[in-house]
């Protein structure tokens, strides 16, 4: 069966960069939508955006100047790419699957069991 | 954004008991586009159920849901020892997607 890992560095500098990898096991990396969706500490989650291929992203408006996903397809990865953090960032990062059936069904058939990443010097 | 609030914050049940769990939206949701989602401590959530009533594959029928417009409900007939997490809803008629907050179901 298809599963996802994230993985990543925990702990990250304020203003610097966070990079996540989110790796599918059992299952192509094509011909699907990805997204990453977060949990910052004791609050709810909290979409970021999907990737599809290259032209086809959309990111919250919120992080949309800080937000970069892409795929590596030879790897079956995807990743996240946060700029310039700050402690609003800490919060577990999901990666998931947009369910298949149609473009209209924009919820998540598969998650990965999430990273924490900190943002602190 | 379409605000989805969750009720209530915790939910103290017994295996055997039902259980039922709110997700109110700020906002019609648009065509029922509302999702719950189990999640348990260490493991990834889990998809239980779309279009605010449809069950996701090999989700057990004890779980219901139904509702439209602004409010939702998730309903567990008889709470199995495994059932007890955090649920959560997530619209998908609006963008952005949004989430609340959660219900933990505890023993």
């Known amino acids: 069966q298809v599963q996802l890992q994230e993985s990543g560095p925990g702990l990250v500098k304020p203003s610097e960069t966070l990079s996540l990898t989110c790796t599918v096991s059992?299952?192509?990396?094509?011909?699907?939508?990805w997204s990453w969706i977060r949990q910052p500490p004791g609050k709810g989650l909290e979409y970021i955006g999907y990737f599809y291929d290259i032209g086809n992203t959309n990111y919250i408006p919120s992080l949309k100047s800080r937000v970069t996903m892409s795929v590596d397809t030879s790897k079956n990865q995807f990743s996240l790419t946060l700029t310039s953090v700050t402690a609003a960032d800490t919060a577990v990062y999901h990666c998931?699957?947009?369910?298949?059936?149609?473009?209209?069904?924009?919820?998540?058939?598969?998650w990965g069991r999430g990273t924490l990443v900190t943002v602190s010097s | 954004e379409n605000v989805l609030t969750q009720s209530p914050g915790t939910l103290s049940l017994s295996p055997g008991e039902r259980a039922t769990l709110s997700c109110r939206a700020s906002q019609s949701v648009n065509s029922n586009y509302l999702a719950w989602y189990q999640r348990k401590p260490g493991q990834a959530p889990r998809l239980l159920m779309f279009?605010?009533?449809s069950r996701a594959t090999g989700i057990p029928d004890r779980f219901s849901g139904s509702g439209s417009g602004t409010d939702f409900t998730l309903t567990i007939s008889r709470l199995e020892p495994e059932d007890f997490a955090v649920y959560y809803c997530?619209?998908?008629?609006?963008?952005?997607?949004?989430f609340g907050g959660g219900t933990k179901v505890e023993i």
């Open positions: 059992g299952g192509s990396i094509s011909n699907n939508y």
């Open positions: 997530q619209q998908y008629g609006s963008s952005p997607l949004t």
């Open positions: 998931a699957r947009k369910a298949s059936s149609g473009w209209s069904s924009w919820y998540f058939d598969l």
């Open positions: 279009g605010a009533s």
